[in-house]
């Protein structure tokens, strides 16, 4: 116990140096230095800066939280594709209201997005899926995500039969593969500093337009 708490302990957090962050810039969109800090996060050696956690929950209210792609952002919101039959895809339709997270650890920055989730309707999502490698095409056919595997065999012998499938048939689309987009009400950008001088810069939709305004660390 002592040796994992040891183990655990010894590792550093918040290993800088980060680069600058200037809270005092405005943006008429929060996606706007959403895009600057990704473009910094890839610039400084993130290996996946489109990886988020994507926080839902269930219909008793108990929080559920998994990671996923990032797909795309654009002044409407952020994007990330998956099944609707899946456990999300079934929370989502009872609770649209979500969070995500993401957190670029080589420059020390975390965004919280909270928002609502819709889905883009069949062409997008059609063309999301079709963007998709073969194989993750097949297992999107499958239309099985979240549900009880007796055997891995079961799993190799249906993926066989989607891909054949794929073979003959390449336009084969998935029903319940879904281009979902968050449409934000609130974004949270969180620059860390090797000190703990934290600089938190929040985002707030009225309605209208987006507020900032900083937050105490
Ligand atoms: C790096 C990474 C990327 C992932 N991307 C996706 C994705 O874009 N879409 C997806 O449905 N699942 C993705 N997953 C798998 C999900 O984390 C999760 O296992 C799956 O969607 C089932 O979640 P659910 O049971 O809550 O519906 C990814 C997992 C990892 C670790």
Known sequence: ?????KLIGERKTLVGP?????????????????LEWFQAAIANGEHEPQSMTLSTTDPYGFPDARILIL?????????FASSSKSKKGKQLEVNPNVALTFYWSLIGRQV??????????????TNDFLNRGIVARAIALLDKQSSILEKRSDFDIA???QLNRLKENPASVSNSWTLYRVVAKE???WQGNEERKHI??????????WTQNLLWP
């Open 200 to 209: 938190r810069l929040k985002f707030n939709y009225d309605g209208e337009k």
């Open 71 to 79: 797909k795309d952002i654009d002044e409407n919101g952020w994007y």
């Open 159 to 161: 993926l066989i039969e």
């Open 18 to 34: 980060f680069p600058p962050f200037n809270p005092y810039k405005r943006f008429e969109y929060p996606h706007e230095l959403f």
């Open 112 to 125: 919280r997005v909270r928002g609502k989730v819709m889905g883009m309707g069949k062409e997008r999502s």
């Open 187 to 189: 974004v949270e950008f």
């Open 1 to 5: 116990m002592e040796d994992t708490s």
